[in-house]
């Protein structure tokens, strides 16, 4: 895991592979107009349509479809996405090892240096 990630790292120049992210989701909706959307990004989720489902899963904040989403990334080896996604669903236990392995990257890297 470590070499990916730093494979990662290095393809990214400067820190523009590191996006700001809103804890907030939408607050104009109501918890049914959410409902109607999680289950709009549910089925998208299992179309495969990942990309629109976390859009729908960002705007209502809903954990559980962000915490899906980022284990797709996961599976991928797209650590930094994943991460981005953990933390919106507030999914410590999920973020927390990621977190770890970037550190190790960056011991690495500053060894080398």
Known sequence: MDDKLKEEFSKKE??????????????????????????KGNVMFNEGNI??????????????????VGKVYEEKNESIKALKQYVLA??????????????KVISLLLKEN
């Open 90 to 103: 507030h999914n410590k236990s999920k973020a927390e090892p990621i977190y770890q392995d970037i550190a």
């Open 51 to 68: 990309e629109n489902a976390r859009r729908i899963y960002t705007t209502t904040g809903y954990s559980d479809g962000l915490t899906r």
């Open 14 to 39: 400067s820190f523009q592979g590191f996006i700001k992210v809103t804890d907030n989701p939408v607050s104009s909706l109501n918890s049914e107009q959410k409902a109607i959307l999680n289950r």
